[in-house]
């Protein structure tokens, strides 16, 4: 039997979902009629949920656009729209180039390519040379103080005993206590050093049990609001320390004078993080509606000792990314007045060679 004999054809649906490129089918009101999975992905919905929805709104596309589309249902011209401004259907921003081409009775036919991926790999790997950079200096400091402290306190406690008044011994206890409390302040930098514990966790019991600590906190006014996929798999992770990143990310945000913080899961598929490919990943947002980050503090909020609030330490975001990195995941956050996303990326599935 030929080759040409063992082929089966390939029809055109099933073509469209091995794409990597989006596709999308809109009839001639600019609704919705077909999408594929790269579409489902790159604007976060489900062809289920939206399904005849009017597409220029979905997206946030603009009035320039939507004449253009509107034109060609009627002229049966392609054309090409580079650099368009667009969002997903979670108000994730993105800059994409679009093919235009009229298909079938009054259909378009749309092939969307994002253009930011390579923008946002060259963002990450910078966040993870951020990092280790931060990591790495931290150590050399974490020694030239740990030593000193060591011996402070050593020689508080020496002194204490020899001391016969109590009110003296108050002193010696400030020492003592100074000496601790700069000790832990220093391993709190660091992070954790230890190999994480992989278990099969549920990513909704690590959410649940940040939003019950936060609310226990007890932030005025604040609304904890679940937008969970309950489709996510289990997978294998140290739950202690996704709790605390994400309990870090939380409470960040309150602390920031958010009235209102969504937890969002999701998942992506075909997606990178830094040069590393992944089949499947879970996608974490932590929305909130505080008053964002100041453009000036945005390109340093993950280095260590850095904040935003008089009162805080500016360890927080850094052991976030640190915990997380050591998931083989990353942290990435958008902000601005009224809306900050901090998103978390955790591989699930197998790694692409």
């Known amino acids: 039997m030929s080759l040409s004999d063992r082929l089966k054809p390939v029809s055109a649906e099933t073509l469209l979902e091995t794409l990597t490129t989006a596709v999308l089918v809109l009839d001639r009101r600019l609704?919705?009629?077909?999408?594929?999975?790269?579409?489902?992905?790159?604007?976060?919905?489900?062809?289920?949920?939206?399904?005849?929805?009017?597409?220029?709104?979905?997206?946030?596309?603009?009035?320039?656009?939507?004449?253009?589309?509107?034109?060609?249902?009627?002229?049966?011209?392609?054309?090409?729209?580079?650099e368009l401004a667009l969002r997903s259907a979670n108000?994730?921003?993105?800059?994409?180039?679009?093919?235009?081409?009229?298909?079938?009775?009054?259909?378009?036919?749309?092939?969307?390519?994002?253009?930011?991926?390579?923008?946002?790999?060259?963002?990450?790997?910078?966040?993870?040379?951020?990092?280790?950079?931060?990591?790495?200096?931290?150590?050399?400091m974490a020694h030239e103080i740990k030593n000193p402290l060591g011996g402070l306190r050593g020689a508080a406690q020496?002194?204490?005993?020899?001391?016969?008044?109590?009110?003296?011994?108050?002193?010696?206890?400030?020492?003592i206590g100074e000496a601790d409390r700069l000790s832990n302040l220093v391993d709190r930098m660091l992070g954790p050093n230890n190999v994480i514990e992989n278990r099969v966790i549920n990513i909704h019991q690590v959410l649940e049990h940040v939003r019950s600590l936060v609310d226990a906190e007890g932030y005025p006014g604040l609304e904890l609001v679940r937008e969970y996929d309950p489709s996510i798999?289990?997978?294998?992770?140290?739950?202690?320390?996704?709790?605390?990143?994400?309990?870090?990310?939380?409470?960040?945000?309150?602390?920031?004078?958010?009235?209102?913080?969504?937890?969002?899961?999701r998942t992506r598929r075909q997606f990178t993080i830094g040069h590393t490919r992944h089949k499947l990943v879970i996608r974490i947002d932590i929305v909130d509606d505080g008053p964002g980050i100041p453009?000036?503090?945005?390109?340093?909020?993950?280095?260590?000792?850095?904040?935003?609030r008089a009162d805080g330490t500016g360890l927080g975001l850094s052991i976030a990314?640190?915990?997380?990195?050591?998931?083989?995941?990353?942290?990435?956050f958008t902000s601005e007045p009224g809306r900050t996303v901090f998103t978390v990326y955790l591989p699930l599935g197998v790694e692409d060679a």
């Open 91 to 140: 108000g994730h921003r993105m800059t994409v180039d679009c093919v235009v081409t009229p298909s079938g009775k009054e259909e378009l036919l749309l092939e969307i390519m994002q253009i930011d991926r390579h923008l946002r790999i060259a963002h990450e790997e910078h966040l993870l040379v951020q990092q280790q950079a931060a990591r790495e200096l931290l150590r050399g």
């Open 295 to 308: 453009a000036d503090m945005q390109e340093k909020i993950f280095y260590p000792m850095v904040s935003g």
């Open 321 to 332: 990314q640190s915990m997380i990195n050591q998931h083989h995941g990353i942290v990435e």
């Open 233 to 265: 798999p289990e997978f294998p992770a140290d739950s202690e320390l996704l709790i605390q990143a994400i309990l870090n990310l939380v409470r960040n945000a309150a602390q920031a004078g958010a009235r209102k913080i969504t937890l969002v899961s």
């Open 31 to 82: 609704h919705i009629d077909y999408l594929n999975p790269a579409a489902e992905n790159l604007f976060e919905i489900s062809k289920r949920q939206v399904g005849g929805q009017y597409w220029p709104e979905l997206v946030g596309a603009g009035e320039a656009l939507v004449n253009r589309l509107n034109a060609t249902t009627g002229t049966r011209h392609p054309f090409t729209e580079r």
């Open 158 to 175: 020496l002194l204490e005993s020899e001391l016969e008044k109590d009110d003296l011994k108050e002193y010696t206890q400030v020492i």
